[in-house]
């Protein structure tokens, strides 16, 4: 490939990945803050806060859902997955905008807060769906999808430093001196920051990339095979991904302002844990190229559990817990950033299996599980604290200290734990990646290759050989392949 047209493909991923800048600036500031401003903002109690939270789970439920039905209908139509992210951006940036805003306002009633929520949700799942069901498109080398991986979650961590030093800790000053107006200015500049962002990422990153042919669009649709096992796997991880690990980052506010006592030490971890996603991003992103993405992410959640461990060990020590928070950043790089890219990765695996691309309908389904249980655990958490006895603003008794610990510490360390035990099971290599690649584009010049094949996921049962053998298949025997729901570790013509 000429040198030209390697810097032509690199500035479009990169472009394609400046969007996670806006996209983490609000989702992931809401997600960090979002029940604090419901307890210690808005004055609701924590069953109130994990109440709207679990009426968010709903929401996302369906928006995902829907939103992957609006992408469907307007490609079918002609109009791509840049035209959908721009037709939302703005609609979504002032409904973010509006939930910071509301303590100013005086609107405090449950009601419009779920109002609020909903719509800006909603509004961010008509951006998140075509965003990243994009990805499998702006490339197909499985060692660039891991670069992508990479670009997108390095505009993610330049984002987390903008909510680390600005966003959080005006929440916090609303909370102790009632301080609204400069928190309501603070939404509404990023929500307009997120909208202009998703403009010039769709617009910088170009028409190429994105096809709107039949051959991108085909047998695409929501109705996902839910026993196809990497579909499964992919599933389970969604849900390890989305309720479990980000639970330190959610109770951070509460183990600073409460366990630790010390409020200022939360905008200190989480810059900590910001410097540790940067240097992440950079040692795992350049690891893709050689390594195969499920073991590196069983390795960053290997990461994780050790710097949870570390800073469960350092509560009486400020530089330990630093330090902690960095290594856990260093891991949660590879965490967030990799998955991604395997799922990009199942849609290959799924259309060789199937005969259709469920391109659209398996970033949905991720997205679903991801966001419905990242908002299930927030919801669990308000929960957890009402029951232990947590009142806003004042000294927390020994049981509700403990119970922040092992919600903002436990449960990430468990799932990180379950994790690893599941990433054991994918076996899909860069070679073998590259192998099913030409194995479809032989498939769809109307060639049939001879397979010998696994699943992609370690002791799948299916006919086939593997590499060790190469023995052609019978034509019965390609037959049940191509129904049977495996991934290819081989492709012999």
Known sequence: MPPITNIATESRMLAYSSGNFGKAL????????????LTDVLGLNGAQAGGLMLFAVLGDLVFDLLAARLVLHWRAAGRGYRWTIALAALPCGAAFGLIYAMPALGLHRAWMLAAAILVFRGAYAVVDVPHNALMAQVSR???????????RLFFSTASALAIAAVLTPLVQQAGRARHFDALAFTGIGAGLVFALTMLLCVWASGPRGESGTASALRGDRIAVPLRDPMVLAMGALALLTGFAMPCFGRMLMYLGTYVVDRPGAVTVLLAALTAGQFGGVLAWTALTHRFSKSHLLGAGHAASALGLVFFALCMAWPAGQIAGAALIGFGF?????????????????????????????????????????????????????????????????????????????????AGALLAMLLLRRFTLDHGRHARLLRALAWRQAGEEPVSGLNRGLEKSSGEGVTLAGGAALSAQARQSMSRSIAAPAAVRS
């Open 26 to 37: 609000v989702f992931s500031g809401a997600d960090l803050t979002i029940l604090f401003l």
């Open 141 to 151: 080398d499985s060692r660039a999808r891991g670069r992508v991986s990479g670009y």
């Open 333 to 413: 790089a590879s965490v967030f950033m990799l998955p991604w890219g395997l799922l990009a990765d199942a849609v290959d695996i799924v259309e060789w299996r199937h005969g259709r691309r469920f391109e659209t309908g398996l970033f949905a389904y991720y997205l679903v599980l991801v966001k419905a249980s990242g908002a299930g655990a927030t919801a669990m958490i308000g929960w957890v604290l009402n029951a232990l006895g947590y009142l806003p603003g004042a000294v927390q008794p020994t049981g509700v200290r403990l119970g922040m610990l092992g919600l903002g510490l436990g449960v990430p360390l």
